[in-house]
């Protein structure tokens, strides 16, 4: 029990993510009132338009170094908030903040699903419960009607914002660790800032008459905004989407205990239709951990101690002291989704539906200084007695690789056909970025 009860840590970016989530979820309410004020679009043009000077403020500096790519993943992104943020802040017109922020939560399930669409990566079986999970909870939270007449045009505008605040969780990840976070942050909100106010005269929307009932909450949730994006900005460099998410199904739990807190009153079936959209969220990114050895079912798991591991190939071994709980750190490490935010140049990490995992990273493939974008499947396995991760990919250029983890110690081990002096002094530097980066995140 013991054990169980100090597995429950956070990282620090872990910690930042969750209150920012807090700090979220109390932005319904506050929308919610101001939109008796104001027209969506205006709020939402004002309040990223100030998040994005204020950024720019901050990071002026780094502004001088604006690459094509910043420009190009801001915007991105940018285009993303517009949508997402407009669309809830129009449904927030006609819906209380608590269902506003109930219904926004589907967009967490609907992460792998535009993954499968977009990226070709098939969902796990537990998304697929998550979704109906989510969706049947959706249908008690609009209430009995929806099921009769359907849902309430602000209803359905709030449920079709989930789909860009998807992508743009999607893409945050994607960009967090090819382009520069301050660039990304200050382009992505003036981009949101403007293509609000652009968007007004599309729908008819006039500006509102002077009032402090607009001014103030725009302002100032501006200010939360910049913060709430440079922290998912700087904490998903080192946070895998599917923790990331996870911590951010805390989002409408927030915003329901305000709006009730406000005077907000669901009935008993919306609150039980909350509590599912909750638990398909969570559901929805659970990995249990013997699905790995189902995955690995039926072939033996290569041993890094065989001589016959890596026969013929050049091998490479590097050991560095590490300090802590050895069994929370192989925790970590054995869950292949984690790998980005341990192991050096790696930028995305995917368990795919045969056991495999797909990566995603910066190599120099022809050690000419210039690093290139390199996706590739390998074998992933997990040997909980040795406390040990191994991974091989065969090809060409077949390598394995294990790490193990003693009481006081981490061994990186590396079989490659590829020879030349650098990958001994590679290798230390890796696993040395590996301790402190095991160190950080456990």
């Known amino acids: 029990m013991l054990h169980r009860l100090r597995a429950i840590r956070f990282s620090r970016q872990e910690l930042a993510l969750i209150a920012i989530t807090?700090?979220?979820?109390?932005?319904?309410?506050?929308?919610?009132?101001a939109m008796q004020h104001s027209g969506p679009w205006f709020f939402v043009g004002l309040r990223f338009l100030v998040a994005g000077l204020l950024s720019a403020a901050l990071f002026h500096r780094a502004l001088r170094g604006m690459r094509w790519r910043d420009l190009g993943a801001g915007a991105t992104i940018g285009v993303t908030i517009t949508l997402g943020y407009g669309l809830q802040t129009h449904g927030l017109q006609t819906v209380s903040s608590s269902t506003s922020a109930f219904i926004t939560a589907i967009y967490v399930p609907l992460v792998p699903l535009l993954q499968w669409i977009v990226l070709r990566r098939a969902p796990r079986a537990l998304t697929l419960v998550g979704v109906a999970l989510a969706f049947l909870g959706l249908l008690l939270l609009a209430g009995p009607?929806?099921?009769?007449?359907?849902?309430?045009?602000?209803?359905?505008?709030?449920?079709i914002s989930t789909l860009p605040i998807a992508a743009e969780i999607i893409l945050i990840s994607a960009f967090a660790r090819i382009a520069d976070?301050?660039?990304?942050?200050?382009?992505?909100?003036?981009?949101?800032?403007?293509?609000?106010?652009?968007?007004?005269?599309?729908v008819g929307e006039a500006a509102p008459a002077f009032s402090w009932a607009w001014l103030l909450p725009a302002v100032g949730l501006g200010v939360a905004s910049c913060v709430i994006q440079l922290t998912m900005n700087w904490a998903q460099r080192s946070v895998s989407p599917t923790r990331a998410t996870?911590?951010?199904?805390?989002?409408p739990v927030w915003g329901g205990i305000i709006g009730r807190l406000a005077g907000d009153r669901l009935p008993l079936v919306a609150v039980f239709g909350a509590a599912l959209i909750v638990a398909g969220v969570i559901v929805s990114e659970l990995q249990p951990k013997k699905r790995r050895a189902e995955a690995?079912?039926?072939?033996?798991?290569?041993?890094?101690?065989?001589?016959?591991?890596?026969?013929?190939?050049?091998?490479y071994t590097a050991t560095?002291?590490?300090?802590?709980?050895?069994?929370?750190?192989?925790?970590?490490?054995?869950?292949p989704e984690n790998l980005p935010a341990y192991f050096?140049?790696?930028?995305?990490?995917?368990?795919?539906?045969?056991?495999?995992?797909?990566?995603?990273?910066?190599?120099?493939?022809?050690?000419?200084?210039?690093?290139?974008?390199?996706?590739?499947?390998?074998?992933?396995?997990?040997?909980n007695a040795a406390r040990e991760v191994r991974w091989s990919a065969p090809g060409p250029h077949?390598?394995?690789?294990?790490?193990?983890?003693?009481?006081?110690?981490?061994?990186?081990?590396?079989?490659?056909?590829?020879?030349?002096?650098?990958?001994?002094?590679?290798?230390?530097?890796s696993l040395e970025s590996i301790a402190r980066n095991l160190r950080e995140q456990v």
């Open 22 to 33: 807090a700090l979220w979820g109390a932005t319904f309410l506050i929308v919610h009132l």
């Open 145 to 159: 009607d929806a099921v009769r007449i359907g849902l309430g045009e602000g209803e359905v505008v709030t449920l």
């Open 181 to 202: 976070v301050r660039r990304v942050t200050v382009v992505q909100l003036l981009v949101a800032g403007v293509l609000g106010f652009a968007v007004m005269p599309l």
């Open 246 to 251: 996870i911590i951010y199904a805390g989002e």
């Open 296 to 315: 690995s079912a039926g072939r033996p798991l290569p041993d890094s101690a065989d001589p016959a591991y890596g026969r013929g190939m050049p091998t």
């Open 320 to 335: 560095r002291p590490l300090d802590g709980d050895a069994d929370l750190y192989f925790d970590y490490i054995s869950n």
């Open 344 to 383: 050096p140049r790696m930028t995305q990490a995917h368990e795919l539906p045969d056991g495999k995992v797909e990566t995603t990273a910066q190599v120099d493939v022809d050690r000419d200084g210039e690093d290139e974008t390199v996706t590739s499947e390998a074998e992933f396995d997990v040997d």
């Open 398 to 429: 077949e390598y394995h690789g294990a790490l193990r983890l003693t009481d006081d110690a981490a061994e990186l081990t590396i079989h490659t056909t590829h020879e030349h002096d650098g990958i001994q002094e590679a290798l230390e530097e």
